[in-house]
């Protein structure tokens, strides 16, 4: 007999298989049930421990000025929340209810506005309802307060511990506040898409490239893995000069309040690369307010009235039909012109009667301008149009904004009998003092710019750059139209009679007696709707255009406004704007040698207030006075105010401030905003700037001892 019996061995191996096949079923089972009946549950549960091609947005380039200052730039925003429930879970109530107290306090001094038993009250209102999404603060705070909040007990565990969490936003933000506004453009917060100006012209450029991560639960922890990285937009570079920017806005803003205007346009362009370094667009709003609402310097196509005789006269002259000992009658300031009549300004006193044909233009006479075009174009209306085109006038600059319109000059045209369609026998003369036209702003002050620039049509340039990394990706250099608008000689013989405009004739509010101004006046009536210019109401667009300094023009600048009634003057209104704008520019642009305005024989000392003492510092070096205070003349940065002693050597040295006022209010009023808000943050005080100029309020009084978290308001004027 075998040792192994194995007729019991096999029963044995016999249950095993039937328990592994039995397995082998479940299993299969078990499978068949996860892909069908339990399918749906499975992919929910495999969704929330990953996801996929998760769009990650790049960060918005930023629009600079032509000095690099930030215009338009991108800031993160947050709106921060609590869950509750995911507190209680990681069971940290209990913390939460011991430091209630802390965290309602700090966030008292971060936000003085609400009581510390006003957030107590607030917080445990959610927590009680067991909020997954309760909102800590109603308004998106900036980064460095969403830091202070993340910092407080509790709120600095992480998310999964202390449900704080939080959404964010990549908030447009223009430090300059609305200057240039609508030539910079706008975005739609919510939906972080461009909404005009070059925001919007730019926007693929400004965007970027979204990135793609896929997101992977891993040990209890969420790994964000990149697929693409996102890629950040390139900044671009302006032409815009904001001083000068602030300078036309507040000239214009003054004059529009003054004569209760209701459109106003300003546009300064250098002579040399055509580069807009101003453009104002400002609408009187329904409470009274002037804001940017339009871009009318660009999109606005009106009748430009008398700014365009002097095209009108340029053509006349470059023709050779006429020079400038030319004369014309005028009579008694009404002339008959095929069966209407035109008139001057002033016929009611009985015109101007002979005029020379720089006269015209210094009087700004409709009939003499009219007459002279009529008499020499009439049978040939299309070589005077032919002429204005050469000029520039109806060039199409496409101009890099959304809702530019170029020129609309319409050329005379015959049919096959040689009959003109759609020209009657008054177009001429009525298109030669600027109606039957339709010219935006920027058209009119590039014709000019070109007469400053010796006859160069110089494209109007918003942007110089594109900078990516601090590395220029493209470049936009300074473009010539056309060499020579008119010949060297029209040129200047204009120039000449455009400066007689301002010196003699009814520019002379645009002018200065620092330096020669070149330009002509404006006033054209405008029609209101489809009722006409008599029964639609008497509107007015009053214009000047020109150029200084103007033996060397170095920019150009056009001043338009809109208003209702009388009186209406292009040169008393818009001219006086042209003036601020001209002699602010150039006192801006002056240049003097520190050496001219220092007094040999005086010892005295500039005194300086407590600010940022490295700017005082460079000043006062620059200015010849040497500065020690016991660390080899150069000052320490950080600390926060130093006192000021002043000896007959020239030598200023600094001592530290009593240390016991480091924790007071300081006195601010007086300063400019660098050096105010400069010495509000080195106390630790937030300062919140309104208005433009020197500091005349402070809303914390001098000497309020220093709480965290506290917010001063300097208003400027």
């Known amino acids: 007999m075998s040792k192994f019996d194995n007729s019991k061995i096999m029963p044995r191996y016999s249950v095993i298989a039937i328990i592994m096949s039995l397995i082998a079923v479940a299993v299969i089972g078990k499978t068949i049930y996860t892909m069908t009946a339990g399918r749906s549950y499975w992919i929910e549960v495999a969704a929330s421990q990953k996801k996929d091609s998760v769009s990650i947005k790049p960060t918005r380039g930023n629009i600079l000025s032509c000095n690099g200052q930030l215009m338009a730039s991108s800031i993160p925003e947050f709106k921060v929340y609590m869950d509750f429930n995911a507190l209680k879970v990681a069971g940290n109530d209990t913390a939460f209810i011991d430091s209630i107290n802390y965290i309602s306090k700090g966030l008292n001094n971060i936000f003085p506005e609400k009581s510390a038993s006003y957030f107590k009250q607030y917080l445990m209102e959610g927590y009680h309802k ?20 993340q910092s407080l007990p509790i709120f600095h565990l992480s998310k999964y511990k202390s449900g704080f969490h939080w959404d964010e936003f990549n908030a447009r933000r223009r430090p300059f506040g609305s200057l240039a506004q609508r030539t910079i453009g706008d975005m739609f917060g919510a939906k972080d898409t461009a909404r005009c100006g070059l925001e919007l012209s730019y926007d693929s450029i400004l965007r970027g490239t979204n990135g793609i991560i896929h997101r992977r639960k891993v040990r209890n922890m969420f790994l964000d893995i990149t697929d693409t990285p996102p890629v950040d937009g390139a900044d671009i570079i302006t032409t815009i000069d904001v001083s000068m920017q602030d300078l036309a806005e507040r000239a214009l803003i003054d004059e529009l309040k003054e004569i209760n205007g209701n459109v106003g346009v300003a546009i300064v362009m250098e002579v040399a690369t055509g580069d807009v370094k101003a453009i104002v667009n400002l609408d009187k709003c329904s409470d009274g307010e002037y804001r940017e609402v339009k871009n009318h310097a660009v999109s606005d196509l009106l009748e430009p009235g008398s700014v365009f005789k002097t095209a009108s006269i340029m053509t006349a002259l470059d023709d050779g039909v006429v020079d400038t000992m030319y004369t014309v ?42 007459r002279i075009i009529d008499l020499h174009y009439h049978k040939n209306p299309e070589k005077f149009v032919q002429g204005i085109y050469d000029l520039g006038l109806a060039t199409d600059f496409h101009i890099p904004i959304v809702g530019y319109s170029p020129a609309r000059i319409r050329m005379p045209r015959k049919n096959s009998r040689g009959q003109y369609v759609n020209w009657s026998a008054t177009a001429l003369p ?26 160069k049509l110089m494209q109007p340039r918003f942007v110089k750059q594109i900078v990516k990394n601090g590395e220029v990706i493209y470049d936009n250099p300074p473009k010539v139209l056309k060499e020579h608008i008119a010949k ?28 020669l101004v070149a330009g002509k006046t404006g006033t054209a009536q405008m029609s209101k709707g489809a009722l006409g210019y008599k029964t639609g109401g008497t509107n007015y667009l009053l214009s000047f255009a020109g150029f200084f300094p103007a033996n060397n023009p170095r920019y150009s600048c056009i001043v338009c406004i809109q208003k209702t009634g009388l009186p209406a003057s292009g040169g008393g209104m818009s001219g006086v704007v042209f003036h601020h704008i001209a002699e602010g520019i150039m006192a801006q642009s002056l240049k003097l040698n520190v050496t001219d305005a220092r007094d040999k024989e005086s010892i005295l000392i500039p005194t300086a207030k407590t600010g940022n003492l490295l700017a005082t510092d460079y000043v006062l070096n620059a200015l010849g006075f040497n500065i020690t205070n016991g660390w080899n003349g150069s000052l320490p940065f950080g600390n926060p105010i130093w006192g000021k002693t002043i000896t007959n050597s020239k030598t200023l040295s600094f001592q530290k401030e009593n240390l016991s006022k480091a924790h007071l209010v300081p006195d601010v009023h007086g300063m400019g905003a660098r050096d105010a808000v400069y010495l509000m943050e080195t106390h630790g005080i937030k300062a919140i700037i309104i208005g433009r100029g020197r500091v005349i309020q402070q809303s914390l009084a001098p000497g309020e001892k220093v709480k965290k978290g506290m917010r001063c308001e300097l208003r400027m004027g």
């Open 130 to 149: 067991e909020s997954k999404h309760w909102p800590i603060w109603n308004e998106r705070i900036d980064y460095n307060t969403f830091k202070e909040i």
């Open 329 to 370: 009658q005028t009579g008694p300031g009404v002339w008959n012109m095929y069966g209407r009549d035109m008139k001057d300004h002033n016929w009611t006193r009985g015109g101007y009667g002979t005029l020379t044909l720089p006269w015209t233009l210094k009087y700004s006479s409709n009939i003499g301008v009219s």
């Open 430 to 455: 009525w298109m030669s003092i600027g109606y039957e036209t339709q010219i935006p702003p920027i058209s009119t002050i590039a014709f000019y710019n070109a007469i400053a620039n010796g006859g």
């Open 488 to 515: 060297e000689s029209t040129i200047k013989q204009i120039t000449r009679i455009l400066t007689e405009v301002v010196s003699e004739g009814l520019g002379k509010k645009a002018g200065s007696d620092k330096f």
